[in-house]
Nanobody
């Protein structure tokens, strides 16, 4: 069993930055690919970014490519999402997840989510 706890959300003006963190419990964290997803009000939960267990490979949704960066620190059991040049359409609840495998959108474990609000 893995538990995920996100933090770092908040209110920011358009063009600003935020860094989300996700701390995982459990000894399997360092061997698992991780992802970030988001869900805006009235919309489905969408993929944002993913990273391999080693941190060597990453990929992103087209909507955030070039603005967001996912990274991880296995010694701290933590995955990060650096969000730059934020836009109002980035407003959503952001969820950390353990994905079944790198390249898959299937999730084994979800965090509880953290709210990000971008004002125009």
């Amino acid at each position: 069993q893995v538990q995920l706890v996100e933090s770092g959300g908040g209110l920011v003006q358009a063009g600003g930055s935020l860094r989300l963190s996700c701390v995982a419990s459990g000894r399997t964290f360092s061997s698992r690919a991780m992802g970030w997803f988001r869900q805006a009000p009235g919309k489905e939960r969408d993929f944002v970014a993913a990273i391999t267990w080693s941190g060597i490979s990453t990929y992103y949704a087209d909507s955030v490519k070039g603005r967001f960066a996912i990274s991880r620190d296995n010694a701290k059991n933590t995955v990060y999402l650096q969000m730059n040049s934020l836009k109002p359409e980035d407003t959503a609840v952001y969820y950390c997840a353990v994905v079944k495998r790198y390249g898959s959108y299937e999730v084994d474990y979800w965090g509880q989510g953290t709210q990000v609000t971008v004002s125009s």
